[in-house]
């Protein structure tokens, strides 16, 4: 059985394995936006995964989890699940860490803190390591349902299955954004509207440090909300990482 077969039948839809090659993150990037367009017309989501430790994770574990409970469920609001989070997290912060989101002259003073001009690190996403990766297209119409297919979270300050599809429906109604890419600690969102202007990138921010606090205390140089806030301008990928 060949490795394509094999794996469609454990997970459940079909795939296609792109082996390691010089043109590997291009080559994927280019076959989920294909992907993505005829999936709107036939009615499946694509996805991305590693074919390694995380795919076989997956599927090992599969006898013990029920994909079908877990989309039966009904889906709690999603912003208010990130209003919480935010709540709880910033409870004991310092006065200046709050206020310094309500800096006008934010985006000038952190221009040397990321790489604006790079379109790369806005618009294509993150693969870590040399590994084969795994196109799927997944039967839903709902995007946010891909991540039932693929569960992830439920430890330490990674939400589990049932808050990451009720936060990714409220940004697929808002921004459009899709869970594309998914391992077992790192999400990936493409976003199909972007925000474009610095007032809703702000408060975008903070939502994000709410879904996923290292996405600042470990993912900036500032260690600020108004950081994030800047990387996520015109940006068509969000990158989410849990410790």
Not at 62 to 81: H, T
Not at 134 to 154: D, R, Y
Not at 186 to 194: G, H, I, R
Not at 202 to 211: P, Q, R, S, V
């Amino acid at each position: 059985m060949d490795k394509e077969k094999f794996i469609m039948e454990k997970v459940g839809c079909p795939c296609k394995v792109f082996e390691v090659t010089d043109n590997l993150e291009e080559d994927v990037l280019k076959a989920y936006c294909e992907a993505l367009e005829r999936g709107k017309k036939e009615g499946f989501t694509p996805v991305i995964l590693a074919e390694d430790e995380d795919l076989n994770f997956w599927i090992d574990n599969a006898e013990d989890y029920s994909r079908e409970e877990e989309l039966a469920k009904e889906l709690e609001n999603g912003k208010e699940i990130l209003n919480q989070r935010f709540k709880e997290y910033t409870e004991d912060a310092e006065e200046d860490w709050i206020n310094e989101v309500s800096n006008e002259n934010w985006a000038e003073e952190l221009e040397d803190e990321f790489n604006k001009e790079d379109e790369a690190s806005i618009n294509e996403f993150t693969f870590l390591g040399e590994k084969e990766i795994v196109l799927f297209e997944v039967p839903t119409k709902n995007p946010w349902e891909v991540i039932a297919w693929f569960p992830m979270g439920g430890w330490n300050e990674c939400p589990w299955v049932d808050d990451m599809m009720a936060v990714s429906h409220y940004w697929y109604e808002k921004y459009h954004a899709l869970p594309a890419v998914i391992t077992r600690d790192v999400l990936q969102y493409f976003v199909e509207n972007p925000v474009d202007n610095e007032e809703e990138a702000l408060e975008l921010a903070k939502e994000h440090y709410a879904f996923c606090t290292d996405r600042l205390d470990q993912g900036t140089a500032s260690g600020t909300i108004n950081e994030v806030a800047a990387t996520l301008i015109d940006s068509k990928v969000w990158y989410f990482w849990w410790d």
